[in-house]
């Protein structure tokens, strides 16, 4: 009788250990989703309203509570941002209509192709870096 009020609590306090492992790692996962936030919070609250140049170039990029927009070498363009963590999504991008030199214009609808194509952010003390399937876009601080 002794015996088996034994195995029966051993095998009680088992199982409970187990329930315990999983709410561990349920808080483990919850905490890191948390965490994630938080820093994607810290890293848009430093950019946020910061105009950035993309090197070698006059097109600029400021990132403003889920907006982009900035000027792309003839037009000021526009559009939606969502960041969480690194990945970055960009839509329903738009422009002025103003006509320039043609290697400008050029230069400005390449630049809005490889916008659309972004899907990472790197976020550094004075720069931004897009990435996405062409080369990396980046930006430095004014």
Do not use: H, W
Not at 15 to 37: P, R
């Amino acid at each position: 009788m002794k015996k088996s009020l034994l195995m029966i609590t051993l095998i009680g306090a088992l199982l409970s250990g187990c329930t315990a492992l999983e709410k561990t790692s349920e808080t483990t996962d919850k905490v890191s989703t948390i965490s994630k936030t938080a820093q994607t919070m810290l890293d848009m609250n430093s950019i946020k309203g910061v105009e950035y140049t993309l090197e070698g170039s006059d097109i600029t990029v400021v990132f403003d509570s889920g907006k982009i927009y900035g000027f792309s070498g003839v037009n000021r363009y526009f559009g939606v941002v969502e960041i969480e963590g690194d990945k970055v999504t960009i839509d329903n991008v738009a422009s002025t209509m103003m006509a320039g030199e043609t290697a400008k214009m050029e230069s400005e609808a390449e630049y809005l192709k490889k916008l659309a194509n972004v899907n990472k952010i790197v976020i550094e003390e004075n720069s931004i870096s897009l990435l996405g399937n062409d080369k990396p876009l980046k930006f430095i601080k004014k």
